[in-house]
């Protein structure tokens, strides 16, 4: 028998490959994003909507770091299932505090979110010394300059109301400051992208994989949602709506976006700074207009009939429009050109915005499903995809 590396060998069968631990580790993510659409949905307010995107860009960030890490590090050796296991407790214990993250249980968030930062960041900093020297100094950064968040991290947690907002406002700053300019430190200087060498399939298919996790959760709060309500016409016709908004999701991402992308940076000469923009950057908005969907969602079962105010209106047209905005990035970045047909579902929504005065939830999710439509086979024709 083969000795198992502690590191991926690049070029060998296998390499590339997502492996049982990891989507074993993506089912604390499962329980987080559930978290994360219900605290928003319960507390959709000018404030919630703040802590929600904060709340969101955190989650995001830990579960991204841990996507690159399982890049390098062979998933197979027991080593890597350890740091997996460990992360994987101790995000449990950061996704239970999401609900009350700025409340009673802000001192376990905080801490919970440095400890997996730092913890991760510094465990593969000391397995690469003396294997991999460029990756050693590029942990170095990452290492020092999560540590310096984390102090704002644990800060915020034993703080409260502004103040934690603002701390932990700071420390996400310093959390996504740091990767855009290459972690950089005096003496050390700073990352290029060319120094991070990728598995691009790997990394491709992890991301596709939690856009999955996130379209899956607005599946559950459907059905959900509708475990607890009388069902009727109106009710059965809102429930196919958010369904086919749904699929309508998965398909642009998954039919015109996924593919080309994960070929291009299969073949890319500068694998590591491609990853960086379409993977760790452009699907923010994509996993952030999901979760605004599933709170959209679940507002037009609970509220089919219902004249659309500001707050179920904002959630049904601005979670599919930051969804588009998210592919519109992730598709210019991969194919080197704009998507027309993101730009006219944006202004569809935009227009569908200011007119929507006066109409039902029922109605208004009915409209924003054709605009959805109208963007997947404005694509389909302009690519001459057959079905």
Sequence with gaps: ???????????????????????FFDLVFVFTIIQL????????TPRGFIEGIMLVLAI???????????????????????????????????STSIPEAFGERGLIFGIAFAVMQVGRSAVVMCLLRGVDERNYRNFIRITSWLALAGVFWVAGALDEGDRRMLLWGIALGIEYLSAAVGFWLPVLG???????????????????LFIII?????????????????????????????FVTTILLWWIYFRFGHQRAAELIKTSDNPGALGRLAYTYAHIPLVAGIIL???????????????????????????????????????TIAWGRVPLSHCVGLALLAVLALTATGLTVLTLAILVVGTLAVVAFWELRALDHPL
């Design 1 to 23: 028998m083969s000795p198992v590396h502690l590191f991926r060998q690049r070029g060998s069968a296998g390499a590339d490959h997502v492996s049982f631990i990891e989507l």
């Design 190 to 208: 700073c990352s290029t992208g060319r120094d991070w060498e990728i598995s691009g399939a790997h990394m491709a298919e992890r991301c596709a």
């Design 293 to 331: 969907t599933a709170v959209g969602a679940e507002f037009l079962l609970a509220h089919p009939q219902d004249v659309a105010g500001w707050k179920w209106g904002s959630a049904l047209i601005g979670g599919p429009a930051v969804y588009l905005i998210g592919n519109l990035l992730f598709k």
């Design 37 to 44: 659409s219900h605290t928003l949905a319960h507390h959709y």
């Design 60 to 94: 995001w960030w830990v579960w991204v770091y841990t996507t690159w890490v399982a890049n390098w590090i062979n998933p197979e050796h027991w080593i890597s299932r350890c740091l997996f296991l460990g992360l994987m407790l101790v995000g449990l214990l950061l």
């Design 214 to 242: 996130c379209l899956g959760e607005t599946i559950l709060v459907m059905g959900n949602t509708l475990t607890r309500l009388e069902l009727s016409p109106t009710l059965f016709l809102a429930f196919v709506t958010a």
